[in-house]
């Protein structure tokens, strides 16, 4: 199994300010992701973070908007660039353990307003 | 754009009454997930389904795939509060990937 944390839990942000919200896991993972998800509703997946590489962005999310980074199996960042109060959301890290990745973990979120 | 729909969007119901919860996609799937998620929490994964036609039960949570790989049930018998949250279901297309896509979300409260 995995804990993951989240830092920070919530944050209220300016306008046109960045913030990078950190994820630890307490084990390796094969894989870790990062979703966006308004509260009560499903989640979107932002990017895979990929060890000592770029991340693989999903249509609509890009690097400059959300960078992200991933240096070592166990830790992960990722930035809210230029923030608008559109980028209001929660922010969720996750890890994926198993030899096909079947079991995945997820953080308590981060929950950013953006005035 | 979004391929898995889940139905009813919300349900709220009495403690001990029986429900069942649906995910479908005019996608096949190689493999189908379902999560519980509460308030202020990350999501918490509950099965993994990988062939059609598949059953599995947990306590009074009985999750079935259906057998074209396009659409999967979650029933849950004789409620409790304690199962009052988000539960969503998530599909993967490939075999082998680790991507997931989730689906639009039922949001259950049992009443006691």
């Known amino acids: 199994s995995a804990v993951i944390s989240q830092k920070p839990s919530r944050d209220i942000c300016q306008r046109g300010t960045s913030l990078t919200i950190q994820c630890q896991v307490d084990s390796q993972v094969t894989m870790m992701f990062w979703y966006r998800q308004q509260p009560g509703q499903s989640l979107t997946l932002i990017a895979t973070?990929?060890?000592?590489?770029?991340?693989?962005?999903e249509s609509g999310f890009v690097i400059d908007k959300f960078p992200i980074s991933r240096p070592n199996l166990t830790f992960s960042t990722l930035t809210v660039s230029n923030m608008s109060p559109e980028d209001s959301s929660i922010y969720l890290c996750s890890g994926r353990q198993g030899s096909r990745g079947e079991t995945q973990y997820f953080g308590p979120g981060t929950r950013l307003l953006v005035l | 754009t979004q391929l898995l729909e889940q139905s009813p969007q919300f349900l709220s119901i009495q403690e001990g009454e029986n429900l069942t919860v649906y995910c479908n996609s005019s996608?096949?799937?190689?493999?189908l997930q379902w999560y519980r998620q509460e308030p202020g929490e990350g999501p918490v994964l509950l099965v993994t389904?990988?062939?059609?036609?598949e059953v599995k039960k947990l306590k009074r949570l009985t999750f079935q795939f259906g057998d074209a790989r396009k659409d999967s049930s979650l029933h849950i018998t004789a409620a409790q509060p304690g199962d009052t949250g988000l539960y969503l279901c998530a599909g993967s297309h490939t075999s082998g990937t680790y991507i997931y896509i989730f689906g639009t979300g039922t949001r259950l409260k049992v009443l006691a």
């Open positions: 389904v990988v062939t059609g036609g």
């Open positions: 973070a990929n060890q000592g590489s770029e991340a693989t962005y």
């Open positions: 996608s096949v799937f190689s493999s």
